[in-house]
């Protein structure tokens, strides 16, 4: 899909992200000529590309705005590839000073989940609605879709998220608290959920 056409979902995801600690700390960093805002976005329609490449892309269904990004277990070459260009894209995105504090937070998450995920689960990095569109069901009926399909497959799921209220929704999928941890750059708790296959 181009831009274009993913733009809507890339500025829903912004709306309904901006407050999130993680993607406030990369705003205030970001660098782009015309401002923050169009760096995010800009961050968002790279992340949007990126699963259409190498994870999962879902966009909400029917007229409503927004998108779910998933990231699958891939072999070492397609890794490595993924990790190329994604700092190209996060260079041209938001900057240096973006990048690498993406990188300083995306790390210590790294690091901080490891013993409590496995090799083959399939990771839900991005899940947002336009704040118009929320409420109504449609954030289940943007990931459900992808929760079987990891069923079907035989793949647990996880998340991690800095924010409390959305423990509710996703434990009404099935997903568990695994680990809570301070991520240090932005000085903020956030949570580890999982999903077993099957639930």
């Keep these: 899909m181009t831009d274009d056409s993913l733009r809507p979902a890339a500025e829903a995801l912004y709306l309904a992200l901006k407050d999130d600690p993680f993607y ?6 970001a660098d782009h000529p015309d401002g923050p805002r169009e ?18 892309l879902s966009l909400a269904p029917g007229k409503a705005r927004g998108a779910a990004i998933w990231w699958l277990p891939q072999p070492p070459a397609i890794r490595h590839e993924k990790a190329v260009a994604q700092q190209a894209a996060l260079q041209a995105a938001i900057g240096s000073r973006g990048r690498a504090l993406y990188n300083r937070i995306c790390a210590f998450m790294s690091d901080a989940g490891a013993d409590l995920t496995a090799q083959g689960d399939w990771y839900l990095s991005i899940l947002g609605l336009h704040p118009d569109d929320q409420g109504q069901g449609l954030g289940r009926a ?27 929704f996703y434990r009404r999928l099935g997903y568990r608290e695994a680990g809570a941890f ?18």
Aim: glycine share 6%; hydrophobic share 45%.
């Design 24 to 29: 406030a700390a990369l705003e205030a960093v």
């Design 39 to 56: 760096a995010m976005l800009r961050y968002y329609l790279a992340s949007m590309a990126e699963a259409e490449r190498f994870g999962l």
């Design 142 to 168: 943007l990931i459900e879709p992808m929760i079987a399909r990891a069923d079907a497959e035989g793949a647990a799921t996880y998340l991690e998220t800095f924010v409390p209220r959305n423990h509710a």
């Design 182 to 199: 301070t991520e240090p750059e932005t000085d903020s708790r956030y949570s580890l959920m999982r999903r077993p296959a099957g639930g």
